[in-house]
């Protein structure tokens, strides 16, 4: 019996590496789907606040929203444990703010957690 349990471990750990469960960047990732937009992400004097600038073109909010917000989480969530972030919202629309330099639309946030 524990030679059946060792050689299953033993199995299932060496399959680990024909994945790529890497969600934060270094590596491929699990999706083959790039995000829509290239962005960059900037720190603030104090560390738990930054801008996003994605590089958008004429696009909307709604198009860049998950590259903005996926940029914020790959920040956030390792170096503050938590992906919540308190995005700067625009008091006329009440949705996140941004200004446009050029063809990148600038988005301002804070992380959350700890």
């Not at 024909?18 to 960059?40: C, H, K, W, Y």
């Not at 969530?77 to 308190?86: A, C, E, F, M, Q």
Request: hydrophobic letters at 40%; aromatic letters at 12%; one cysteine or more.
């Amino acid at each position: 019996m524990r030679l059946a349990v060792l050689l299953g471990v033993t199995l299932a750990v060496s399959g680990c590496s024909f994945f790529n469960f890497n969600l934060f960047g270094d590596g491929d990732g699990v999706s083959d789907t790039p995000l829509p937009f290239r962005a960059s992400l900037s720190k603030g004097e104090d560390a738990r606040d930054f801008t996003v600038a994605v590089h958008a073109g004429n696009n909307s909010l709604e198009a860049v929203r998950e590259t903005v917000r996926f940029t914020a989480t790959r920040y956030c969530l390792p170096t503050y444990g938590g992906s919540d972030v308190n995005w700067v919202i625009d008091p006329a629309t009440q949705d996140w703010a941004f200004t446009r330099n050029g063809e990148d639309m600038v988005f301002s946030g804070r992380c959350l957690a700890r």
